[in-house]
C-alpha cells in the first residue's frame, strides 16, 4: 500500500520558517516527479512547487519563489520544503503528491497519481 506521510506543520509568525516532510513509503518514486500542493479555506487546490526524479531541476508558483525551496533524499524516499519568510496567504493545508511520470515537472493535480493527506501550516500576521 503507497502512503504519503507529511509532518512539520504548525502555527509560526510572519516572517518565521517552517520545514515540511513527506515520506513515502510502500514503493519508491526516486525515477518520479514530486511536488508540493496547498488548499486554503474556500480557494481551489494551488500548485506550490515541484522537483525532478534527481532532484536536478525545480519549479515554482511565483508566490514562493525566493521564499520556499523543494528538495528530495532519494534514499529516504522524502521530499521536502523549506518555507522561509512566511505570510499570512501562505496559510493552508499542504500535500505533497507523487507523480508516476518518469520526467518533467507536472503542475496540475491531475499529472500525480498518489496524494498525502496535508498538513496544516497558519501563519499569523
Known amino acids: 500500500q503507497v502512503q504519503l506521510v507529511e509532518s512539520g506543520g504548525g502555527l509560526v509568525q510572519a516572517g518565521g520558517s517552517l520545514r515540511l516532510s513527506c515520506a513515502a513509503s510502500?514503493?519508491?518514486?526516486?525515477?518520479?516527479?514530486m511536488g508540493w500542493f496547498r488548499q486554503a479555506p474556500g480557494n481551489e487546490r494551488e500548485f506550490v512547487a515541484a522537483?525532478?526524479?534527481?532532484?536536478?531541476?525545480?519549479y515554482y508558483t511565483d508566490s514562493v519563489k525566493g521564499r520556499f525551496t523543494i528538495s528530495r533524499d532519494n534514499a529516504k524516499n522524502t521530499v521536502y520544503l523549506q518555507m522561509n519568510s512566511l505570510k499570512p496567504e501562505d496559510t493552508a493545508v499542504y500535500s505533497c503528491?507523487?507523480?508516476?511520470?518518469?520526467?518533467?515537472?507536472?503542475?496540475?493535480?491531475?499529472?500525480?497519481?498518489?496524494w498525502g493527506q496535508g498538513t496544516q501550516v497558519t501563519v499569523s500576521s
Open positions: 522537483i525532478y526524479w534527481n532532484g536536478g531541476s525545480t
Open positions: 510502500g514503493r519508491t518514486f526516486s525515477r518520479n516527479a
Open positions: 503528491a507523487a507523480s508516476l511520470r518518469l520526467g518533467g515537472l507536472p503542475r496540475q493535480g491531475h499529472d500525480y497519481a498518489y
